[in-house]
T-cell receptor
Framework: GQNIDQPTEMTATEGAIVQINCTYQ??????LFWYQQHAGEAPTFLSY????GLEEKGRFSSFLSRSKGYSYLLLKELQMKDSASYLC?????????????FGKGTRLHILP | GAVVSQHPSWVICKSGTSVKIECRSL??????MFWYRQFPKQSLMLMAT?????????EQGVEKDKFLINHASLTLSTLTVTSAHPEDSSFYIC??????????????FGPGTRLTVT
């Protein structure tokens, strides 16, 4: 089975840096995603990590440690528009079913 | 970029009726589409994986006779909620993989369909 854990809610200040952690347990790990989702909208892709290490993309960076079953999403220079839910998702290809399983998401509140 | 559409974007129906939701890949072909359900303030729960030309694979706890999935072409998958009840009210989101993108990891999400059953 799969188990993905991330904090339910976080609060940060505009202009600051925030790190959202995610731990996972899965049978057939084949990569980890981070998605952003605004209320009432579909998720939008932020990053994908399949190898250990840090992937940087503008203000967003994502880190993966496969041995620890751990990832984080780092958001820099926070803006008000970054207020959203951030979903950690694992690509699981056990039983030849290649599918993406989502964690419960972290609601990030940005304060002015 | 790859675009996935859903229709309708929102629907209200009476309890006991059936509702069909369409998911289309507009500018690419998708052998595999996924259907998710999301309740308020919760994450996306995978309901089923839809493969073109074959039966869908349902996740544990999802009733295949209640949520009928048809993936008749490389650009269209449909989800029919049969005999809908108020507890089926939710946000239904589909996603698709681009067949011709080779070994790809990304799934493209549709905008979602808000279903309210009264």
């Amino acid at each position: 089975g799969q188990n993905i854990d991330q904090p339910t809610e976080m609060t940060a200040t505009e202009g600051a840096i925030v790190q959202i952690n995610c731990t996972y347990q899965t049978s057939g790990f084949n990569g980890l995603f981070w998605y952003q989702q605004h209320a009432g909208e579909a998720p939008t892709f932020l990053s994908y990590n399949v190898l250990d290490g840090l992937e940087e993309k503008g203000r967003f960076s994502s880190f993966l440690s496969r041995s620890k079953g751990y990832s984080y999403l780092l958001l820099k220079e926070l803006q008000m528009k970054d207020s959203a839910s951030y979903l950690c998702a694992v690509r699981d290809n056990m039983n030849r079913d290649d599918k993406i399983i989502f964690g419960k998401g972290t609601r990030l509140h940005i304060l002015p | 970029g790859a675009v996935v559409s859903q229709h309708p974007s929102w629907v209200i129906c009476k309890s006991g009726t059936s509702v069909k939701i369409e998911c289309r890949s507009l500018d690419f072909q998708a052998t595999t589409m996924f259907w998710y359900r999301q309740f308020p303030k919760q994450s996306l729960m995978l309901m089923a994986t839809s493969n073109e030309g074959s039966k869908a694979t349902y996740e544990q706890g999802v009733e295949k006779d209640k949520f009928l999935i048809n993936h008749a072409s490389l650009t269209l998958s449909t989800l029919t909620v049969t005999s809908a009840h108020p507890e089926d009210s939710s946000f239904y989101i589909c996603s698709a993989r681009d067949l011709l993108a080779g070994v790809t990891y990304e799934q493209y999400f549709g905008p979602g369909t808000r279903l309210t059953v009264t």
